[in-house]
């Protein structure tokens, strides 16, 4: 995990600086740093950084923007830092494919928690670290595969952001079994500390756009009025 690539991305030296010297201090020894959305992409392509924390506001293009373009070359863990906090900047930074979001201003410390815990879930489905037994998941039209990464629907291998497959995989953990918001969160976050409700419901609506034959009335992954979500395996039983 230490020697995991971070792309740090602000156009403020002194956050950049501050949080630079807590991962340092962590003895994460690979920190690269951009103030400008075109030197982060730039960054992207040349180092392929395994974690990224993204400001939204950037001189030249907006964090939601870059992480657009960021999302046709990786899958890598992004976290958000913004100064915005409603609703509709959270939902947009989710729906661009952003994986988490901290606010300014922002203790450091919990910002290297979030990132350490991302990349040991991220870690945990590596495929490069799996054992030999193939880890697969089948239910309705839908495979599962663990080991490979990979959500295959209808026979065809659907594009799947790490943070939404790995709440998918601990459905598939858990099959028939209502799971809260706030277990969800511990479970696939790797923190207890739930920021809102937003998190977990834009990434549930994320899976059921991927494995729903109609997401606007689920039949797989459903909602338990008042407790949390569900898969269900087998709708007809």
């Known amino acids: 995990m230490k020697n995991s ?46 974690f990224i924390v993204l400001d939204v506001m950037l001189p ?24 915005r906090v409603s609703d509709m900047d959270v939902l947009t930074g989710f729906e661009k494919g952003g994986d988490d979001y901290v606010t300014k201003p922002f203790n450091p410390l919990e910002v290297v928690a979030r990132i350490k815990a991302h990349l040991k879930r991220k870690q945990t489905y ?8 193939k880890r697969v998941h089948r239910f309705g039209d839908c495979i599962v595969d663990e080991d490979a990464g990979e959500l295959i629907v209808n026979g065809v291998l ?19 079994r209502v799971l809260s918001k706030e277990q969800l969160f511990t479970a696939v976050w790797g923190y207890e500390h739930m920021a809102d409700d937003n998190t977990v419901m834009v ?3 994320r899976i059921r756009e991927r494995i729903e034959p109609d997401p606007g009335r689920p039949i ?11 898969l269900v395996k087998d709708p007809a039983e």
Do not use: W
Request: proline content about 5%; hydrophobic content about 45%; some cysteine.
């Open 220 to 230: 797989h992954l459903v909602t338990v009025r008042g407790l949390g979500y569900k």
């Open 126 to 133: 590596d495929p490069t670290l799996a054992n030999m037994n």
């Open 158 to 176: 659907t594009p799947c952001p790490a943070q939404v497959f790995l709440l998918l995989v601990h459905f598939c953990h858990n099959v028939n």
């Open 203 to 205: 990434h549930i609506r």
């Open 5 to 50: 690539k971070i792309l740090l991305v602000d156009d403020e030296q002194a956050i950049l600086q501050m949080l630079e010297m807590v991962l340092t201090k962590e003895k994460f020894t690979s920190i690269y740093t951009a103030t400008t959305g075109t030197e982060a992409f730039a960054m992207v392509h040349k180092h392929a950084p395994e």
């Open 60 to 83: 030249d293009m907006n964090g939601f923007e870059l992480c657009t373009k960021i999302r046709a070359y990786t899958d890598a863990p992004i976290l958000f830092l913004t100064a």
